[in-house]
């Protein structure tokens, strides 16, 4: 990773210093499997302060056809149990490695934002993830799945001249293209699914995610997933009040005073229009890796 950085830097600079307009992704795959970090970032932190998540044991009323085995951890990694929960001690040890790597990335996106400040012309510049990650929430580790710490990500747009400011609006990243073409002043693009962030006051008030065959939407308050089949029968739905549960503890789905929530959420995902067509292939490949 610190080697994909300092060729970031080189090219940053490289590019520059020429006459043409640039464009320059840089990728660090960290904190993503495996947890490595140089020691110095491991330091950083007491592992016996980490605490299991609050949901570590149980999955809070969530249909098992949203779970799954963590097979990235389980299957590619020695002296991971291959059912079950982990032990507390290594569910502590590898909290304890995701936050050493999580802090090993921040100091090389900070050597790339040293050079950015640097340069003579300052470009845009965003920083996104493109997944959040499960650390024993929900009886979960890594990624695939539909709860909000899974979805949720972060995004930091950067624009020469503009003062710092933070959007309390949803996001997607399909919003990622238009709104960096209107960051760099180029021309707007017709028939995107994604929006300008920057052309709007406060965000949107909703966002779509979809993993296999189900479907969630996120709005300020709430999460809703359902899961249909290919046919669009439904299968199993879930709601969060994001507002007095963060953490997705309890399922409210069946609750009375809902009720108006969930047929306004649900006709919201049948708008949007993901199509049910994507979930055979998704299914395929989550059965290829699980080989």
Known sequence: MAAVAAEAVRNLVRLSQGQQPYFLAVGLRKPHLPFTAPEKYWALYEREEFELASTFANSAGFPFLGLHNSGELRRQYAGIP???????????ELKHAYYASVSYIDALVGKIMVAVQALEE????????????????HTLWTKHSLFDVTLRIPMLLQIPGENPAVREGLADTLDIFPTLVAAAGLPS????????????????????????????????????????????????KVLYDLEIDPDETRNVVEEDKYVEVVRALSSAIKENGTSLAWAPFLRQLVEYRAR
């Open 189 to 236: 693009v017709e028939k995107l699914d994604g929006v300008d962030q920057l052309a709007v006051v406060t965000g949107k008030d909703m966002s779509f995610a979809r993993w296999i065959d189900g479907e969630s939407v996120r709005t300020a308050q709430y999460r809703y997933t359902e899961w249909r089949s290919e046919q669009g029968d439904l299968h199993a």
């Open 122 to 137: 300052a470009p845009v510049v965003l920083l996104v993830s493109d997944h959040g990650w499960n650390l024993g929430e």
């Open 82 to 92: 291959s059912q079950g929960l982990l032990p507390d001690s290594q569910a502590k």
